[in-house]
């Protein structure tokens, strides 16, 4: 019995197995338990013959809040039954349990976890965090576990503050907006949120001017105006890399702190979101037009299918060319499945025929080296710095035939365009010209601008690679006057430390910075809940439909069906397992594994909604896609057989 359940890290349910017989046939696992779980009730979870009537299961549970009350925290209890009476046989505290935060005034708070809708949920270390705080304009980022959580308290009683909430969550993680659902039905809870205090999370004030330059280029439609926004961008990190150079010490981190703000600006420029709204907006009256018109469902992922301009999803087929060029070399292959982390360009150009592929490598670093898996976090190492990370990844696309990525882009051309065409000629017969020009416009500004989605992220980590580059050269400069242990301790110090450390005024904290090293390898090895209050109550969402018996529910973000082998690849390193077809199974992917998915037959994450970076790309690429599968890398098995169904959202096993 488990007086806090160790699944969820929920500490207002109690979990309990039980098998007949003695607990060694539960442990050894030669009998799979019955479980059930205690809150507001009794579920059971698991197994067929209850071997304990709900009384008995009722009790027991009382028993364990009992011993938990006793020794203060959760209690992992051993217990046996005879019959007649319940024995306990041992208890020690729970050490797996996610940490919950703590409040200054005691009222039960809520929170919900950014790394669920940013698609990162592994820790984040303490510069990397401090980073995302100074970012968070329009929201207080509370650090829990190492990951970054808002409060949504006041958000629950005002009707704007829970549209805002409801609206960022329906779009990122159906899960969590059906655990946000299940707190609004908690009336009383509701009404006892002191009133007074604005909603925690808010819509950035930019918003407004964005949607408004958005529908004034959608009169035009001329895409054109795309190259304008980059250039800017590109202009903008230019002046920060020109700015960094000429300062070393404090200064550096406070131009950092300064030029945040207009980092901010540049992910909020009107002429890149605007439009990029006005698609989000058009995705819902295109797939109604297709259901009306062609009978199709989500008929939006054949439009969005090889469209132009997006930067993460070419990353892709930079690493092709890379392939393309070393495939027909074997000294070249070779060195690339033996070097490593030890991967160097100029040890490639020396292999027979390393020439093109030492290019190839050079052009994929100039314009993708500030990426990295987790790169939202400023710690996490780009592919720059540790370029062997990439290698997998291009090996894999080594076994696929030549120039593969191209003929994938041509046919998803195809199919766009058909698509295309198929409705508005349908709309011509059944609505008249005049609906059909108006259709075809949609159409035209979608494909038009739907590939903005992933520029502003991508711009915004050229900018944190500026800033990386800056704090990491002055950190050396310390190091080499004996001033700091290693460079990877700055890591674990907070903007202020770091700057009070340039400046000569700060001596660091070894015992500190070891014991937070100590603590977010923890945090590494916990689940983070995504909604969660301030006394360990963990609240879980569910999906609501029906699926095949045993099947994985999820959410099916890339319409088709997928058949394959499962590659679990929780590290980007493993990626030269996957064969083609494969289907990719991971925690989460964010514009770093792109080039992933140019080898998969189909995709399945933990975690992920409509509008995160792995649905957008599987549909453009037509993968079939189901994320927001809970647990998904522990219950499938590498090589398991399995379907993925992108139309219903469930991954199912294949005897």
């Given at each position: 019995m488990f007086t806090a359940d160790p699944i969820t890290s929920d500490r207002f349910t109690i979990a309990i197995e039980a098998v007949e017989g003695l607990g060694e046939e539960l442990v050894s696992g030669r009998k799979t338990p019955v479980t059930w779980t205690v809150k507001d009730g009794i579920k059971q979870r698991s197994g067929k013959k209850p071997c304990l009537t709900k009384e008995q299961v009722i009790a027991l549970a009382a028993l364990g809040k009992k011993i938990e009350k006793e020794f203060g925290s959760p209690q992992d209890?051993?217990?046996?039954?005879?019959?007649?009476?319940?024995?306990?046989?041992?208890?020690?505290?729970?050490?797996?349990l996610y940490p919950y935060p703590s409040t200054m005034d005691g009222f039960k708070r809520c929170f919900i976890s950014v790394g669920h809708l940013q698609m990162m949920t592994d820790t984040m270390l303490p510069l990397g965090m401090s980073l995302w705080e100074l970012m968070s304009k329009t929201v207080k980022v509370t650090e829990i576990g190492g990951r970054p959580y808002m409060e949504i308290t006041h958000n629950l009683n005002s009707p704007v503050g829970r549209a805002l909430v409801r609206q960022k969550l329906s779009n990122s993680d159906e899960l969590m907006n059906s655990a946000f659902n299940k707190v609004l039905a908690r009336k009383d809870y509701i009404k006892s949120i002191p009133k007074g205090q604005k909603s925690d999370f808010a819509i950035p004030k930019d918003v407004g001017k964005c949607i408004t330059a958005g529908f004034k280029i959608y009169r035009k439609n001329d895409p054109t105006i795309i190259d304008g926004y980059n250039r800017r961008m590109e202009a903008a990190i230019q002046k920060t890399r020109n700015g960094l150079a000429k300062l070393s010490g404090k200064a550096v981190i406070d131009f950092i702190v300064s030029d945040t703000d207009d980092l901010m600006k540049g992910l909020f420029d009107p002429e890149g979101l605007g439009p990029l709204l006005v698609t989000f907006f058009l995705t819902k009256p295109i797939d109604k037009a297709g259901k009306l018109l062609l009978g199709q469902d989500n008929i939006s992922v054949e439009v969005s299918k090889s469209i132009k301009g997006n930067i993460s999803s070419e990353m892709g087929f930079y690493v092709s060319r890379i392939a393309d060029a070393a495939r027909d070399f074997p000294e070249v292959v070779k060195y690339l499945e033996t070097a490593g982390d030890s991967f160097c360009i100029d040890e490639l150009r020396k292999q027979k025929g390393g020439e093109e592929a030492a290019k190839a490598f050079?052009?994929?670093f100039l314009r993708y080296g500030m990426r990295c898996p987790g790169e939202i976090d400023i710690a996490k190492p780009r592919f720059a710095e540790e370029p062997g990370k990439i290698l997998p990844t291009v090996l894999a696309d080594i076994k696929l035939p030549k120039d593969h990525a191209e003929q994938r882009l041509l046919q998803g051309k195809k199919e766009s365009n058909d698509a295309v065409k198929s409705m508005v000629s349908a709309a011509k017969k059944k609505w008249g010209a005049g609906r059909a020009r108006k259709l075809a416009k949609q159409l035209s500004f979608y494909r038009n601008f739907l590939g903005l989605r992933e520029s502003p992220k991508y711009y915004w980590m050229k900018r944190y690679w500026e800033y990386k580059q800056a704090i990491l050269k002055e950190s050396e400069k310390l190091v080499r006057q004996g001033r700091l242990r290693s460079v990877e301790d700055v890591f674990y110090l907070r903007l202020p430390e770091l700057a009070s450390l340039f400046a000569g005024e700060y001596e660091p904290d070894y015992k500190k910075i070891d014991a937070l090293r100590a603590d977010y390898e923890k945090y590494a090895s916990l689940t983070p809940p995504r909604l969660m209050f301030s006394d360990g109550e963990v609240v879980e969402g569910e999906y609501n439909r029906q699926v095949p018996e045993g099947a994985l529910l999820g959410l099916a973000v890339s319409g088709g069906v997928a058949v394959g082998r499962a590659r679990v690849v929780l590290d980007i390193k493993e990626a030269w397992k996957i064969e083609k077809g494969d289907?990719?199974?991971?925690?989460?992917?964010?514009?770093?594994w792109t080039p992933v998915f140019i080898s998969v037959g189909g995709l399945v994450t933990e975690v992920g909604g409509m509008a995160t970076h792995g649905a957008v790309i599987t549909r453009e690429y037509?993968?079939?896609?189901?994320?927001?599968?809970?647990?998904?890398?522990k219950h499938i098995k590498d090589g398991d057989q399995i379907r993925v169904d992108g139309n219903l959202g469930y991954v199912e096993f294949l005897k």
């Open positions: 209890i051993e217990w046996c039954f005879d019959g007649m009476k319940f024995y306990i046989v041992q208890s020690r505290g729970i050490t797996t050079e052009e994929f289907i990719l199974v991971t925690r989460f992917t964010d514009p770093s037509g993968l079939p896609a189901v994320v927001g599968v809970t647990d998904a890398t």
